[in-house]
């Protein structure tokens, strides 16, 4: 069973800190990642997608892969309250066609 | 970003009847579509994955005869929950691919909540 792995939360920041999400997933042969923010009650919207190793920056979103190590992070430089909502990793598996595997989210709250 | 649409937004219906819920892509074609369920504080739940002209592909668990998706253009997947009960109240979001199918981005639909009396 292919797994994405997310802690819930909620990651508690302040204002104008960066908030740092991490995601884990359980199989090698994956080839595209993605971040989605959902606000509650509403569906998600696509933040980042990233496909290689290292650092893709949008903003003040910056994803991190790593693949050897089965990992992806998110990180919201400078968050804003408007930056409160469930953050939701997803992981497109090589030999799965298209569709996505999502993880559990992480609650994000950005205090003022 | 690509605009996909769905209605209703929100539907309340007795136990026993039939529920169908649109999904439209708006500025783009779409062959292949996909049906999402939530429970409150779970993720996204892939149901079923809905291909232009063919029968739909469903995961393991759900039931085809129960959740019938008719995908019959290019811009059109509908998902019908039939003789809905309680334990169907959910989140149902449908979300479409954009581009080559290793590299599109998928955009979600507005979602359409549920609520089984």
């Known amino acids: ?112 | 970003g690509a605009v996909v649409s769905q209605h209703p937004s929100r539907v309340i219906c007795k136990s026993g009847t039939s529920v169908k819920i649109e999904c439209r892509s708006l500025d783009f074609q779409a062959t292949t579509m996909f049906w999402y369920r939530q429970f409150p504080k779970q993720s996204l739940m892939l149901m079923a994955t809905s291909n232009e002209g063919s029968k739909a592909t469903y995961e393991q668990g759900v039931e085809k005869d129960k959740f019938l998706i008719n995908h019959a253009s290019l811009t059109l997947s509908t998902l019908t929950v039939t003789s809905a009960h309680p334990e169907d109240s959910s989140f149902y979001i449908c979300s479409a691919r954009t581009g080559q199918s290793n590299t599109g981005e998928l955009f979600f639909g507005e979602g359409s909540r549920l609520t089984v009396l």
């Open chain 1, 1 to 112: 069973q292919k797994e994405v792995e997310q802690n819930s939360g909620p990651l508690s920041v302040p204002e104008g800190a960066i908030a740092s999400l991490n995601c884990t997933y359980s199989d090698r042969v994956s080839q595209s990642f993605f971040w989605y923010r959902q606000y509650s009650g509403k569906s998600p919207e696509l933040i980042m997608s990233i496909y290689s190793n290292g650092d893709k920056e949008d903003g003040r979103f910056t994803a991190q892969l790593n693949k050897a190590s089965q990992y992806v992070s998110l990180l919201i430089r400078d968050s804003q309250p408007s930056d409160s909502a469930t953050y939701l990793c997803a992981v497109k598996w090589g030999a799965a066609g298209n569709k996505l595997t999502f993880g559990g989210g992480t609650r994000v709250l950005v205090k003022p």
